[in-house]
Structure formats: C-alpha cells, structure tokens
C-alpha cells in the first residue's frame, strides 16, 4: 500500500490513541479506573465519622454529599463547597449515576446495608463503616454482592490497616506463645445511655433534619434527641450497641490471627436493663448496660478449638498475673496460648509477649504479611483503581461482622446456649433466635 501522509497520520494517531489513559465511563464502568485519574466520590452520612472519612479521600473528587441532617453535615458542606447537596441517598444515585464512581457509607448502623447494597448495585465502588451491618443476613449478602459486581469495598474497622493484627498473626504462626485456646477482649463501652425504656416525650423535629429519612429502612416512631446524633448506638432498632462498635476493632487481631470464621456456639449474660420500684422492667427497646459473651469455635487446621470471651460495660477479664499490678485499660485483648500470651490494645496495636521476659528474648521473625502503606481510606482508594483488594474488603470484613452481630442473639436471650450453623445462618436449638438473623424493613426501603 502506498504511504501517503494522511494514512501516515491516521495509522498515528489510532497508535498512540492505544496508550492514552481513557475515563472509567468510555471504558464501561466504574470497574475500570486507571491509577492516574482522580475518583469521583459520593459519601452517605457526611456528619460526624464521615467527615473524617471524606477528609482522607480529599485528594479525590468528593462530587456528591448526603445527610438527613444539614446542620450535622454543615462543616463538611463548607469544606466542599462544589459537591452536590442531597438528604435521599436513593434520589443522590440515581441522578448522579454516570458522575460516582465510588461511595462512603457513614450512617449508623441501621441503614448501612441498604446504602451499601444499592451503591453496590449500580456498579460503585464502597466503604462502609463498622460494623458492617445491623444484622447478620445483611452481612452475607453485601458480600455476595460485592463478589458478583466485583466492585472495590472496606470495612471503616482502621486498625485493619495497621502494622499490630500483622505482627500479632506473625507471632502466633511462628509459635511465640504455642497453640492459643482462649481469647480475653474487652472495652469500656458503652459511653452512652443503655438499659432505658422508649422516651414518650415528643418534642419538635429540629427544622435542619429529615426524620423520617433517618430511619430509614426501620419501624416507625416519634423524633427525640434521645437517639441523636449519637445515642442511636444502643437502641435495638438503630445500632449493634457497645459490641458493634467495638468488636470490629478490638476482635479484628483475633479474627485475623486464628483464621476464625463461623462459631459453632454462642452464650452471653448481661447486666439489669431497667429497675422501677426495685423491680426489673421488661426492656425490648435498648441493649444492656453490660454484657458478657463468650463465642467458641472448632479446630481450624492445625488450631484447636478457641473460645473467644467479650466483656463490655466496665467487666473485665481476670488481670494476668505476668502484668503484675499494672491494669488492663479501657480496651484491649489477650491471647492466651500453651507457652505465654500476648496482650494488645484497641486496634491490635502495640502488641506485647507475656512474661516480659519472653518479650526481650524472642527473636522477631521475619515479616511474612503485607503492610498497608497510607490510610485505611487510601488503601481503598488504590484497590478502586486496580490495585490489590483493600484489605478488610467485604470478603474479609463481611463474614467477621456476621460473628460479631451474632453475639447480640445471645444479649437478647442471656443464659441460653445457642448453637449456630454458620454456612445456612440458623440457630438450630433456638427457633426465637432465628428471627434475629435479619429484620423487616419499612416499606419504600429494600436490600
């Protein structure tokens, strides 16, 4: 074929068109977003823990903001003045669909799933705060759909980034303190009101706040401060109480290091709920001002059976010995294993060998497990754009929040043994139980 210059150009041109990074939305999908090109993000709750979440992905484009409340969410419309203001997070993706690539969900606890699993549906990438979900069906299912649209996810549990669950897994494995057959983690939650009746007082709506889209997928009930803006934690119908807040923290070391999946078996006891007259009142409303659950689990491998203990409320495990007169502090776990233990904090962080002695003389092994480099936020910014999965991606996260919520089955019911199929999600000695395992939501409101 004879070479003329226009052929010359035009062959040229579709060369180096080849090698030019084209926007996600020419590619197909928010599935295909090349390293160099800025994310656009919508967040839903973008008051209180979701400030700090949208402000760890500022580099991005923070395109779209929703919050029930505009006076909770008055800061960060200020900080992003070019973002898009919504109070539906239903009508904020469907009318910016083509412009989001990724969301963040930072509501409570009660409407996770259902910002989640839309988000996810529409092809968005998502990072949604601990715990997960509000129940454990809502956990399965954001991980199956998260699998099937094969979307970028993470679970808001920080400390999952950090350098303390490695090290602790890295020990176990390498046999620092022997085979671990008990787990000790606690907290000083609740810091909010628990074990309190309904308020029947029905003060005025606060002009800046949609009630009614604040509860969402749940039953409906009169407005009173007493649930916002962050009260909502231990009400039965809104939050997952002092266990789902901190159990995807403070249990994270533990679910990582010993492989744990689905408990065979779970117990709690809890303290008074309400006294009137010396005489305790039937409660249904709040979680307990205290609890105790003890989760146990099967042989993994070459582990053997563990029982894992949760205490919360200001119950504390028995102090071990090799601490001496030092206290547990306000959150923590120990590992207790055939040849010593290991004590952390609230994250996993700061990790230490039980006696001291074992601490000085243990030869550290060689890092075995990747580090997370950045932010939590960015290691899932990097997974959104081709990277490896984010780290407590919904593969990961998703299953340990379904052992963590099940453990308020056992809050409800305090004293009954209750044994779990975990792969078909049923109590099988318990059929009350089962009604637990997921909710109704309100009309208007689906997973």
Not at 245 to 269: E, R
Request: aromatic share 10%.
């Amino acid at each position: 074929m004879k070479l003329t210059r226009r052929n010359f150009m035009s062959s040229a041109a579709a060369v180096g068109a080849a090698f030019t990074i084209v926007p996600s939305h020419v590619l197909g999908g928010t599935k295909h977003i090349a390293p160099s090109e800025k994310l656009n993000i919508a967040a839903i709750g973008s008051g209180g823990q979701g400030f700090s979440n949208i402000n760890a992905c500022s580099k991005e484009n923070i395109v779209a903001l929703c919050d029930v409340d505009y006076a909770r969410a008055a800061k960060t419309f200020e900080k992003y003045p070019n973002a898009k203001r919504f109070k539906d997070f239903r009508v904020m993706l469907d009318k910016m669909d083509k412009d989001i690539d990724a969301v963040i969900v930072a509501t409570p606890d009660h409407t996770h799933a259902v910002a989640a699993m839309k988000s996810m549906k529409m092809g968005k990438h998502v990072y949604c705060q601990k715990p997960l979900t509000h129940t454990v069906y809502e956990a399965r299912k954001l991980t199956e759909t998260a699998r099937e649209m094969g979307v970028a996810t993470q679970m808001g549990n920080q400390g999952h980034s950090d350098k303390g669950c490695r090290r602790i897994k890295e020990w176990i494995a390498d046999g620092a303190i022997g085979d671990v057959r008990e787990v000790h983690c606690w907290t000083n939650r609740p810091v909010w009101p628990q074990g309190i009746l309904r308020p029947t007082d029905t003060p005025p709506v606060p002009k800046d706040l949609d009630w009614d889209l604040w509860l969402g997928p749940a039953p409906v009930r009169p407005y009173n401060p007493a649930y916002l803006p962050f009260n909502w934690r231990a009400w039965y119908d809104f939050g997952c109480g002092a266990l789902g807040d901190m159990a995807c923290h403070i249990m994270d070391a533990a679910y990582m290091s010993l492989d744990l999946k689905y408990p065979t078996s779970v117990q709690a006891s809890r303290g008074e709920q309400v006294t009137e007259m010396w005489k305790r009142v039937e409660n249904n409303e709040t979680y307990p001002n205290a609890s105790v659950v003890h989760y146990s689990f099967p042989a993994r491998g070459k582990m053997p059976p563990v029982k894992v203990h949760w205490y919360d409320g200001g119950i504390l495990p028995e102090i071990p010995e090799e601490l001496g007169s030092r206290g547990l502090g306000g959150s923590g776990t120990i590992f207790v294993g055939d040849k010593g233990k290991i004590m952390s904090f609230t994250y996993g962080n700061d990790p230490m060998l039980l006696p001291r002695s074992l601490h000085k003389s243990y030869k550290q092994p060689e890092p075995t497990i990747k580090r997370i480099k950045g932010s939590h936020e960015q290691n899932w910014i990097d997974a959104c754009k081709g990277g490896d999965p984010a780290c407590s991606n919904f593969d990961y996260s998703g299953p340990f929040t379904e052992m963590v919520v099940m453990g308020n089955f056992a809050i409800r019911m305090p004293g009954k043994l209750l044994k779990w199929d975990g792969p078909n999600m049923k109590v099988t000695n318990n059929e009350a139980a089962n009604a637990l395992v997921h909710k109704e939501y309100r009309k208007g409101w689906t997973l």
